[in-house]
């Protein structure tokens, strides 16, 4: 089993930054990917941006520039800096890891509110 636990988020103006953090524990392989997903008001669940094991990352278009995600392999922790923050940024961000014990596993954060307002 694997536990994550997010903190960071909240309110902040229109290009604002903020930091969100994710920290792993339990049962952690050495390969997996984490990555950042966010759920917009009235919209489905979506990528943001993924980092694998070996540091390579994939940002959504609608982040790219803007956004840096980081991790600790030794300490098993995530964060996503984000900078020049929209409106359209608003929404709840999860933390997300995936590896495979013998069988594929997706493990969630309990999600952070990020309210941006123009």
């Known amino acids: 089993q694997v536990q994550l636990v997010e903190s960071g988020g909240g309110l902040v103006q229109f290009g604002g930054s903020l930091t969100l953090s994710c920290a792993a524990s339990g049962t952690i392989f050495s390969a997996y990917i984490m990555a950042w997903y966010r759920q917009r008001p009235g919209k489905q669940r979506e990528l943001v941006v993924d980092i694998r094991s070996d540091g390579i990352s994939s940002y959504a278009d609608s982040v790219k520039g803007r956004?840096?995600?980081?991790?600790?392999?030794?300490?098993?922790?995530?964060t996503l800096q984000m900078n020049s923050l929209k409106p359209d940024d608003t929404a709840i961000y999860f933390c997300n890891l995936v590896?495979?014990?013998g069988q594929l596993r997706a493990y969630w954060g309990q999600g952070s509110q990020v309210t941006v307002s123009s």
């Not at 956004?67 to 995530?78: E, P, Q």
């Open 99 to 101: 590896q495979n014990d």
């Open 67 to 78: 956004f840096t995600i980081s991790r600790d392999s030794v300490k098993n922790t995530l």
